[in-house]
């Protein structure tokens, strides 16, 4: 029997993509790819060097309120313009000029500056990357198309945090950094590469106002405002997951017995393969339901999740599997929520307003940096543990699904 060749079907499969959707999502993985690493290994690697909870989270934060400032200049540009090939190079040069000060830094001030960049570059370029996708994707469906970058970014995120670990623990200690620059080096050149036919691409559209984008649309949606709060909600969930979760772990909890940083590692990469493995499927299935399903399927999960992580502080040898199984819920409703919560910010705003829409949920992300590491710290060097915090996501998350049950959209 003939059996065809894997390869043959994967890339059949890929060319059927728009050319330009093809591309932002290259770029869009070696971003993340460069990037899983910093997000998530850089709270250790830190704590490694000596550094307090408070002030490894004082730098995600002071890094979230200079990504603000960028998020609704760039907004605002991305409004006037619609080019988003020079913000994308601006925030390349950018991280690596962040990856070059946290390579350098041995006390709070190297480190800071380097997070200052983290948050400039991170404002520049999520609303312009988020910008191109559903320009780029006609005649496909949006949500489809963002399942489709979010798969890639997991896919990224996943092998820069394993290639990270693996360089950190064996090769230098900072790894993850030069890892980042090497692949900012890579969306550059990609960038300039295909200049032109990014820029015509978005100037034929903004000429002839085709379908995916909506131009009828002239006011906000309805149900805005409890859209947005349930995003920051969840955004916030994901910066503590990130930045908290691996310094509660490693410093135990209640009665639960510290970990090591090799069994964290391998529960991050456990949670991110099962993402890079849950997205495209989940984000296809997504795709099928009412728009509000995937926010509320997220709230759900992020909610149960939460919540196994507050009692797993109070246990010792369950606690592991409790952890185990909420990492799962958390894979579960990230990959619920992030295809989801881009295409629903996009298409609850006026046609006008695109750019600032997604800055927007850019700043949602940031929001979550603002207060959540930075109290969970504080909450962390005072109680050494943080079931608390994991408690009041649980209830929030609740709270939020049930504003949201009846809502349609």
């Known amino acids: 029997m003939f059996i065809p060749n894997k390869f043959l079907v994967s890339n059949l499969w890929w060319s059927k993509f728009p050319f330009l959707l093809r591309l932002i999502t290259k770029i869009r993985f070696f971003a993340s790819f460069g990037a899983g690493g910093v997000i998530y290994l850089t709270s250790l690697i830190f704590n490694n060097i000596g550094f307090t909870a408070t002030e490894i989270g004082l730098g995600f934060t002071i890094s979230a309120i200079i990504g603000t400032l960028t998020r609704f200049f760039i907004g605002n540009y991305l409004n006037r313009t619609g080019k988003i090939h020079l913000p994308l190079i601006t925030s390349s040069a950018l991280t690596i000029a962040a990856g070059i000060f946290l390579i350098l830094s041995t006390d709070p001030f190297f480190y800071i500056i380097g997070q200052s960049f983290v948050g400039a570059a991170a404002g520049i370029y999520w609303p312009a990357a988020?910008?191109?996708?559903?320009?780029?994707?006609?005649?496909?469906?949006?949500r489809k198309a963002f399942a489709l970058v979010r798969s890639a970014e997991a896919l990224g995120i996943f092998l820069g945090v394993f290639l990270g670990g693996l360089m950190t623990n064996f090769i230098y200690p900072k790894s993850i950094f030069v890892i980042d620059i090497i692949c900012m080096l890579f969306i550059i050149f990609m960038i300039l590469r295909n200049e032109s036919s990014i820029k015509k691409t978005l100037e034929n559209f903004n000429k002839n106002r085709?379908?995916?984008?909506?131009?009828?649309?002239?006011?906000?949606?309805?149900?805005?405002?409890?859209?947005?709060?349930?995003?920051v909600l969840i955004t916030t969930t994901l910066a503590l997951i990130q930045v908290t979760l691996p310094l509660d772990l490693v410093?135990?909890?209640?009665?639960?017995?510290?970990?090591?940083?090799?069994y964290i590692s391998f529960l991050i990469s456990f949670q991110l393969i099962l993402l890079l493995c849950l997205q495209w499927p989940v984000g296809s299935w997504i795709s099928r339901k009412k728009r509000l399903f995937g926010l509320k399927f997220s709230l759900i999960?992020?909610?149960?999740?939460s919540f196994l992580l507050f009692i797993s502080s109070y246990l010792n040898f369950l606690a592991y599997y409790l952890i185990f199984f909420s990492l799962i819920l958390i894979s579960i409703g990230t990959s619920s929520f992030l295809p989801s919560s881009t295409d629903l910010?996009?298409?609850?705003?006026?046609?006008?307003?695109?750019?600032?829409?997604?800055?927007?949920?850019?700043?949602?992300?940031a929001m979550g940096y603002f207060f959540g590491p930075f109290i969970s710290g504080k909450v962390l060097d005072f109680y050494g543990y943080a079931s608390?915090?994991?408690?009041?996501?649980?209830?929030?998350?609740?709270?939020?699904?049930?504003?949201?049950?009846?809502?349609?959209f």
């Open 301 to 305: 999960n992020f909610s149960l999740a």
């Open 345 to 365: 910010v996009f298409r609850i705003a006026p046609f006008n307003k695109k750019g600032y829409a997604l800055a927007l949920l850019s700043q949602c992300f």
């Open 130 to 142: 988020e910008f191109g996708v559903p320009y780029f994707c006609y005649p496909i469906d949006t």
């Open 251 to 262: 410093k135990g909890g209640v009665y639960r017995n510290a970990l090591s940083e090799k």
């Open 388 to 408: 608390i915090i994991w408690l009041f996501i649980s209830f929030l998350c609740f709270a939020l699904l049930g504003k949201l049950f009846k809502k349609l």
């Open 210 to 231: 085709i379908e995916p984008v909506r131009s009828d649309q002239n006011k906000w949606n309805k149900n805005s405002k409890i859209i947005v709060f349930s995003i």
